[in-house]
């Protein structure tokens, strides 16, 4: 376990990286909605891809290496392992509601409907959903160590159930635009568009971990706050 | 420890909880009246003038055996809950995987048996004509319920030490039913509709290997779950 001291540097230096973070996420609005082309067929309404698909990289990469620090914490037994997926996840669930709301904003003028069980709509939901059900399970149990354990194992279950979430909606036909970026051929965006994405995800990673590294300084503050008290009352 | 004396372990512990069971039947009848209500109120959840009883019946079967095993499933452990019993069956020397495969196998009788006695009354309520089909749709129940009771025997081995316990099963164990609920209510229309057997081959894989890797997922992750 780390020291108060070591968590209150960790919260400034999170501070640091999110506000050069936020810093590009202005500047990620301005490339996009002035110096990016508008999109001939979607207009003005696929400008919000450039927050969407970044929010939506955010969220999987936070919830990936939740369940690999899961993973990890079943070895290792470190419990910095274990606040630092638990940190993870609730980002992650922050980015999760940024893909939930931007996407039917996004589909209403595109697709005509705020919502469909499209394959990946349906599946980043449940994933979503896995993770919400995650922060529920750490908020009910009080002894840590138990916490520990039982979010562990739920963190290395949700990485094990997405592929099979996946192939279960794939096999329902799929409205989503098809991927334009990570797919065997070469990218299929106009040039100037892909550095807006590729920048705008970038700058998503470093929200994200600026986020992360802040809420687990927090995380850590809070059980050394918990293990104050308990040695007081005893 | 050899694997006759493993295997013994887990049928006392599945024998044990079953013997509880049938003494005083509370889960089984809770279940069974839940299951009945559910088939009962989803019957009338559609609009009969256009939608046909067949169109219904694989969800409304589905989503029966879902609810019928969570109100099963909660129990396993809220037995060892109380006196503190868990720590009784530690103590003994069977070693925890073996606790936990004899509790998998209880909840696999229960909830099956659970399911057994709602088939009938499903083809009842809803008039299936589907004799001939039953075979395969047993052989579906059984992949579907052992992925059930596999992930839910898990969860419920954590979710009774929580708070708020009996809502945080349906909460947790949801997610986790999406794959083998969508595959078997896929494969209960086909079966109902009498299609061949090559268009249930996906999803049927698709169980299996869910029920393989849940299976072997629950019984390595047992003993992670009993650190205090």
């Known amino acids: 376990m780390i020291g108060r001291d070591a968590a209150l540097r960790t919260a400034r230096r999170g501070g640091v990286v999110t506000v050069l973070a936020l810093l590009g996420l202005a500047a990620i609005y301005v490339r996009a909605l002035v110096f990016t082309p508008v999109e001939r067929f979607q207009g003005p309404a696929q400008k919000i891809f450039y927050i969407h698909a970044p929010a939506a990289w955010a969220a999987l ?19 910095k392992l274990d606040l630092v997926a638990a940190s993870s996840a609730e980002v992650g669930v922050a980015f999760g509601m940024v893909m939930l709301t931007t996407g039917p904003i996004w589909g209403k003028p595109i697709w005509g409907t705020w919502w469909t069980w499209d394959a990946r709509l349906t599946s980043t939901l449940f994933i979503f959903l896995l993770f919400v059900g995650y922060l529920a399970l750490r908020n009910a149990v009080t002894d840590p160590g138990t916490r520990a354990a039982y979010s562990a194992v739920i963190g290395i279950m949700a990485l094990v159930l997405v592929p099979f979430i996946h192939v279960t909606v794939y096999w329902f036909r799929t409205l989503h635009p098809q991927p334009v970026l990570v797919k065997p051929s070469s990218p299929s965006l106009p040039g100037v568009m892909l550095v807006t994405l590729l920048l705008s995800i970038v700058v998503f990673t470093v929200l994200y971990v600026g986020f992360t590294m802040q809420r687990y300084a927090l995380a850590v503050l809070r059980e050394l706050k918990a293990e104050e008290v308990a040695r007081a009352v005893s | 420890m050899s694997a006759s004396t493993f295997v013994r372990a887990s049928l006392a512990v599945a024998a044990k909880d079953l013997a509880i069971e049938w003494k005083t039947k509370t889960a089984f009848v809770s279940s069974m009246v839940f299951a009945v209500l559910v088939l009962a109120v989803l019957y009338f959840a559609r609009d009969p003038t256009s939608v ?51 509790k998998v196998l209880g909840n696999l009788v229960f909830v099956g048996v659970v399911e ?44 009774v030490r929580t708070r708020f316990s009996e809502m945080m099963l349906p909460v947790l164990l949801l997610p986790f039913l999406v794959p083998p609920v969508v595959g078997a209510v896929q494969l209960t229309a086909r079966i109902l509709l009498d299609r061949p057997l090559s268009e249930l081959a996906g999803w049927l894989k698709l169980l299996a290997a869910f029920d393989l890797v849940f299976l072997t997922l629950s019984i390595l992750l047992f003993e992670a779950t009993l650190e205090e």
């Open chain 2, 52 to 102: 046909a009883t067949i169109d219904v019946a694989p969800g409304a079967l589905w989503v029966t055996f879902t609810f019928a095993a969570m109100v099963g499933l909660n129990r396993a452990f809220l037995l060892e809950r109380e006196n503190r019993a868990m720590d009784g069956l530690l103590l003994t020397p069977a070693p925890p995987t073996a606790i936990f495969v004899g």
């Open chain 1, 61 to 79: 990469v936070a919830f990936a290496i939740t369940g690999i620090l899961s993973l990890l914490y079943l070895f290792l037994k470190d419990r």
């Open chain 2, 116 to 159: 057994l006695a709602s088939v009938p009354l499903f083809i009842l309520f809803y008039d299936l004509p589907i004799g001939a089909q039953l075979p395969e749709l047993l052989l579906v129940m059984v992949m579907a319920t052992v992925a059930f009771v596999a992930v839910g025997t898990l969860l419920s081995a954590m979710v």
